[in-house]
């Protein structure tokens, strides 16, 4: 089982980025997906959810994205994706995809998102 997040970089508030979270060992639309983010001197926190196809898929985000950041499945790739526009600098962080089963939580190495003022 592996996750792998990329995407990442140095982009100038106001603009976007895509995050894609690679996975393999495991069907993603049976899991319920999540990216996280962990800014230096923070606690990690949850950015968005995507729960498995077998519960409705149903999304969920964290009050400071709404509106900015939209999670989905790249069914064909087999991948999560993160859509981020409108970056803030408060957005600056390591985002991290992470996998929901077995109740257990399998995470990837993350991608620096880095928004310039």
């Known amino acids: 089982v592996q996750l792998q997040a990329s995407g990442g970089g140095l982009v100038q508030a106001g603009g976007s980025l895509r995050l894609s979270c690679a996975t393999s060992?495991?069907?993603?639309?049976?899991?319920?997906m999540a990216w996280y983010r962990q800014a230096p001197g923070k606690q990690r926190e949850l950015v968005a959810s995507?729960?498995?196809?077998?519960?409705?898929?149903?999304?969920n985000y964290a009050d400071s994205v709404k509106g900015r950041f939209t999670i989905s499945r790249d069914i064909a790739k087999n991948a999560v994706v993160l859509q981020m526009n409108s970056l803030k600098p408060e957005d600056t962080a390591v985002y991290y995809c992470?996998?929901?089963?077995?109740?257990?939580?399998?995470w990837g190495k993350g991608t620096l998102v880095t928004v310039s003022s």
């Open positions: 992470k996998r929901e089963a077995y109740g257990m939580d399998f």
């Open positions: 060992g495991f069907i993603t639309t049976l899991n319920t």
């Open positions: 995507i729960s498995s196809v077998t519960e409705g898929g149903r999304t």
